[in-house]
């Protein structure tokens, strides 16, 4: 067993226990760190500070495998002299490293050329009303706790069906983060959270049969997460369904995307309308804002306020104010995601994401996952995804792939060793359905997604 832990890790979980005096104490670091940026001639300044937390187990054939404790702190101090931007970064909270870290981002600032872009968000667009999400839910759960947990989903999914061979492992995982942001605008934002998962990976067969899957659960708080024995047995099914796959004539079919690859399809999409994408033109959705991208039935809204959400948030990684906006409405890409850097280079208004996109949540027209079965009648449901083939520059899609095909609207045999290939402004145009099997495991919330008609390249 390899167990990685800090000599200080009880001290340290009970220090974030109040989490409201280590917020408080992080504001104080940020406005002294602050401080020091205008001593030193900044004309602005940001800084972040974070602390985090964490326990994460594995274990494998009843055999515990790792135990590790963590204990991270992370202090970022970003100064500009005019357009002229520098960054520094430390875990050290003496004094004197400190100052270092201040001297550090000054001193790569006075070297850098000007960028008419860089700078703080606009000062209007900071952020006034701070919430809280029901995101903060601490696990008391210690290391033994944590393995019996993990072992329990093991041997769940070991014992749940014969076919069942060999593991992967089950791991237990459990962590804590706080954060403050602060700007020389003089906006202080603060947020805390925490996540815990429990998975399961087993493997089905023997020999050159061998079929692998898993399931996982993951939540803000324990009380969400699935219970040990059902993921256990959930990752049996999937392996061993998998088991005699076959493959199919190579051809054009109707292609089912799961829930969890569904995600996927999503997440070109915010690649493609992202402002660093945008403005180096590396994307194949350049100057699409206004435009038909999607069926006219299509949606796509972003919500920041959602309690328990992943990525809920009063303010982006700037402080700005975030806002429930659509991002596709009607079909039609009603915006791009983009920072104040990226805003400006492209002569455009922040839209509140830098850091990223705040829940979005994917409109359903359709019934649940077996309607959606029922629904395309024949063709290929794609639950796995391998493979990097997507050139976000002209938007040509090809992946490996694994899943089933169906006939008469049901699962008929699994299938693998395929390509799945496209061009995803046709694939996007070609979405006939959105299931309300919507996974809840992600800040992208959708159900599985149906395309009309893709390059299927199996047996020749």
């Known amino acids: 067993m390899n167990v990685i832990a800090p000599s200080n890790a009880p001290q340290y979980a009970a220090s974030l226990g109040d989490s409201h005096a280590r917020l408080d104490a992080l504001a104080d670091l940020s406005q002294r760190l602050l401080e020091r940026c205008r001593a030193r001639g900044a004309s602005q300044a940001e800084v972040s500070c974070s602390e985090e937390s964490g326990l994460n187990v594995n274990v494998r054939m009843g055999e515990v495998e790792t135990v590790e404790s963590t204990r991270d702190r992370g202090i970022a101090v970003t100064v500009y002299f005019g357009h002229r931007k520098g960054s520094a970064s430390t875990a050290d909270l003496r004094e004197d490293s400190l100052d270092a870290t201040v001297e550090q981002a000054c001193a790569i600032a006075r070297h850098t050329e000007d960028d008419a872009a860089a700078g703080l968000a606009d000062a209007a667009l900071m952020a006034t ?18 393995i019996d947990l993990a072992l329990a989903c093991e041997q769940a999914g070991r014992e749940s069906d014969a076919r069942i061979e060999n ?21 202080i934002g603060r947020e805390r959270s925490t996540q815990h998962s429990l998975g399961c990976a087993l493997i089905a067969g023997r ?26 047995r959930k990752a049996a099914q999937r ?23 569904a995600r996927s399809l999503i997440g070109h999409l915010l690649g493609a309308v992202s402002g660093g994408a945008l403005y180096r033109r590396a994307s194949f959705l350049v100057d699409a804002a206004g435009t038909q991208l999607f069926p006219d039935w299509f949606a796509i809204d972003e919500l920041p306020f959602l309690p328990r959400g992943f990525r809920s948030s009063s303010f982006d990684a700037e402080g700005v104010a975030t806002v429930e906006s659509p991002l596709v409405k009607d079909g039609v890409l009603q915006r791009y995601i983009l920072s104040s850097y990226s805003a400006r280079k492209l002569g455009l208004t922040t839209t509140a994401n830098a850091g990223g996109v705040h829940n979005l949540q994917v409109e359903a ?31 040509d899609y090809s992946r490996g792939a694994a899943g089933f095909w169906i006939e008469d609207g049901r699962l008929q045999y699994p299938v693998d060793g395929i390509t799945i290939a496209g061009n995803l402004k046709s694939m996007f145009a070609a979405i006939e359905a959105v299931g309300s099997d919507v996974d809840p495991r992600s800040h992208v919330r959708t159900g599985s997604i149906l395309v009309g008609r893709m390059t299927v390249a199996g047996e020749t």
């Open 365 to 395: 027209n359709a019934g649940d996952f077996e309607s959606m079965l029922r629904g395309m009648g024949r063709g290929l449901l794609v639950t796995e995804l391998m493979g990097q083939g997507v050139n976000t520059v002209t938007g």
């Open 207 to 232: 020999g050159d049969a061998m079929q692998r899957d898993g399931w996982y659960s993951i939540g803000l708080s324990a009380d969400d997460l699935e219970s040990a024995a059902t993921i256990g």
């Open 167 to 187: 593991s992967d492992g089950a791991s237990v995982g459990t962590g804590e983060s706080i954060g403050v942001y602060a700007n020389s605008h003089g906006f």
């Open 239 to 261: 392996a061993a369904s998998r088991l005699a796959p076959r493959q199919i004539a190579t051809g054009e079919y109707p292609v089912l995307f799961s829930n969890e690859m």
């Open 129 to 146: 009303d701070m919430r809280e999400f029901d995101a903060w839910h601490p696990w008391v759960i210690d290391a033994d706790r944590a």
